[in-house]
């Protein structure tokens, strides 16, 4: 079976599963990319230029598109133009074709080739329900995803979005978000073993007698970096001696977190590389992700939960309803509610082992439901319907 994939740019979250597929036995794989992204385009959002530093181009088969935007970019519509995509489908003369999402002027061309010639298409999309959204706008949603011949769920927010937009059931297959759970808990591990907790907090300028909460991901306002900070400050002294906050990321808030965050247990790491990144989650006890309704799902969350670490998440953060377990794997408070979000970090502040208790079960979570070898099975299963082959 040929299969052809398209995408805007090489991510670190989808790599894995296109090398699984690749390596999968009747099924010869190519991956089309808009752009490869230079390193300022890349860190554009975390106001730092960077290029990731793990291999992203390696194991499958590959080709960058004609990009004709005149300002190409990852962060716009039209930012990824490549009208080119239909003859170089043709010429692949695939089996079906699968497109990342519809955020692109790349993933519509895709779509649109697709139908001309006749060739399935498959979409996998972030979006779910949490977002408001206008009658017209779910309408014109509900149009698009009829044209596409089977679609792919990464959780319980998003397929319910697309029954509800009238994509049949016997059209959605299960492909779960997640991260390389392994490569995470081998790290964490290895830091906590050969360095040593304690001094990978002294590395960030924190105190090991305090529980350690960490926020890491871009300053931007859809994440509510702020609203950790407003919660510390609204704790009584004696509960804000117990906890600190390590902030790993940067972008446009920054001046503004490190001005609220003045005479407050918070400190910034800035931006943590992926194998820089588990240092920070070893040296934490719980992850915390405030985000509003733009966080489509939050693989953060997935990261933190394979290196050990329980979640509090806001309830419109999207992986809220599959990854956390109230009081087990984490728990979840009202988008915004800076009180509940403060006794929260009270609660738990207080309990730095029942935090390990929780950070064990949700590594446990993560390994057993959310892993590539199921985003595999899900696009086995859909590709063999859309196409009525076997692999």
């Not at 090489?10 to 597929?21: E, F, G, H, K, T």
């Not at 779910?128 to 509900?142: I, Q, T």
């Amino acid at each position: 079976m040929r299969v052809a994939m398209v995408t805007t740019h090489p991510i670190q979250y989808q790599v894995p599963w296109l090398r699984l597929l690749s390596n999968t036995p009747g099924i010869e794989l190519h991956v089309y990319f808009s752009m490869l992204p230079d390193a300022a385009e890349q860190g554009r959002e975390f106001g730092v230029s960077f290029d990731w530093d793990i291999p992203l181009l390696e194991g499958y088969a590959w080709s960058v598109l004609e990009n004709r935007s005149r300002h190409p970019s990852l962060t716009t519509f039209g930012g990824c133009d490549t009208p080119g995509i239909g003859r170089e489908l043709r010429k692949g003369n695939y089996d079906a074709v699968i497109v990342n999402g519809w955020g692109f002027k790349t993933c519509l061309q895709a779509l649109l080739a697709c139908r001309i010639a006749g060739i399935p298409c498959i979409v996998r999309g972030e979006a779910n329900g949490l977002r408001p959204r206008a009658w017209w706008k779910r309408w014109l949603h509900a149009c698009l995803l009829s044209q596409y011949a089977a679609c792919l769920a990464i959780g319980t927010n998003n397929r319910r979005y697309l029954l509800d937009a009238g994509v049949p059931a016997s059209r959605i297959f299960a492909t779960p978000y997640c991260v390389e759970n392994e490569r995470f808990a081998i790290a964490a591990d290895a830091a906590r073993s050969q360095i040593g907790r304690e001094a990978l907090q002294f590395r960030f300028g924190l105190d090991p007698e305090r529980a350690t909460f960490l926020f890491s991901g871009k300053f931007v306002d859809k994440k509510r970096p702020g609203d950790i900070i407003e919660a510390i400050r609204g704790l009584d002294s004696n509960e804000r001696e117990r906890i600190q906050l390590l902030l790993v990321g940067g972008g446009p808030l920054e001046a503004e977190l490190r001005e609220s965050a003045k005479d407050l247990p918070v400190h910034f790491a800035g931006f943590l590389n992926q194998s820089e990144i588990t240092a920070a989650y070893a040296a934490a006890d719980c992850l915390v992700l405030p985000s509003d309704h733009g966080e489509t799902w939050g693989l953060v969350v997935n990261e933190a939960m394979a290196c050990g670490l329980p979640a509090l998440v806001s309830d419109q953060v999207g992986c809220a309803v599959d990854l956390i377990v109230a009081g087990h794997t984490g728990d979840v408070f009202p988008c915004g509610d800076v009180a509940a979000l403060s006794a929260m970090l009270a609660r738990h502040g207080r309990n730095r082992e029942g935090l390990a208790d929780m950070g064990a079960a949700a590594r446990g979570r993560v390994a057993a439901g959310y892993n590539f070898e199921h985003v595999r099975q899900g696009v086995l299963a859909a590709l063999t319907t859309v196409t009525r082959k076997a692999v």
